[in-house]
């Protein structure tokens, strides 16, 4: 059973524009959340992350959301651009065993 | 400026062929993972090494074993390989058990 899912294979949005990606996890003693992108053929790259006892945490264009409540987080891009296009991982898990959700693709549209 | 390097990064076995797949890290880093990825899923944990000289089995460890050769290589072994361990195999490393973890560009392994 998926502890971590991402349930919208494919995202497309336009240049300039807001990209959110969403993601759901299902142990409420996950402590630490993480965002990776990746280009075919290479492996993830780190882009963000929280801890449990923050519910926010920004980066530049990048912020991650997290409501423990509901058990889901988002990472918000603003604006998105064209090399922003990638499959983007989500992560969660604690004492280093971490679940990896199966990948949201996102494509911006120059 | 490595970071993270697998080797091979591909390879063709035969059903019940052995290999080991190597990592090494140049970060200093204390914990190192490798995870599998199959088509339409996420990474899953196969094992981890928290510090050298430890390792544990992550979610699917199963014809699988590891070595932490010291703090800058992890390796992973198939004694015995089977078709359903196709797949594409990442190695990462962290500062620490709750810290972003660097990927390398991962091993691709067939097995007929």
């Known amino acids: 059973d998926q502890q971590v899912k991402q349930n919208s294979p494919s995202l497309s949005v336009q240049e300039g524009r807001i990209s959110i990606l969403n993601c759901d996890y299902t142990?409420?003693?996950?402590?630490?959340f993480l965002w990776y992108k990746k280009y075919p053929a290479e492996g993830p790259t780190f882009l963000i992350s929280?801890?449990?006892?923050?519910d926010k945490n920004e980066d530049g264009r990048f912020t991650v959301f997290l409501n423990k409540s509901a058990k889901h987080l988002s990472l918000h891009i603003v604006p998105s651009q064209p090399g922003d296009s990638a499959v983007y991982f989500c992560?969660?898990?604690?004492?280093?065993?971490?679940?990896f959700g199966t990948g949201t693709s996102l494509t911006v549209i120059p | 400026n490595a970071g993270v390097t697998q080797t091979p990064k591909f390879q063709v076995l035969k059903t019940g062929q052995s290999m080991t797949l190597q990592c090494a890290q140049d970060?200093?880093?204390?914990?190192m993972y490798w995870y599998r990825q199959d088509p339409g899923m996420g990474l899953r944990l196969i094992y981890y090494?928290?510090?050298?000289?430890?390792?544990d089995k992550g979610e699917v460890p199963n014809g699988y074993n590891v070595s932490r050769l010291n703090k800058r290589e992890f390796s992973l072994r198939l004694e015995s390989a089977a078709p359903s361990q196709t797949s594409v195999y990442f190695c990462?490393?962290?500062?620490?058990?709750?810290?972003?973890?660097?990927f390398g560009d991962g091993t691709r392994l067939s097995i007929l």
């Open positions: 990462a490393s962290g500062a620490g058990s709750n810290q972003p973890q660097h």
């Open positions: 142990n409420s003693m996950f402590d630490y």
């Open positions: 970060m200093n880093h204390n914990s």
């Open positions: 992560a969660s898990g604690r004492m280093g065993q971490f679940y």
């Open positions: 090494s928290a510090s050298e000289g430890t390792t």
């Open positions: 929280i801890s449990s006892i923050k």
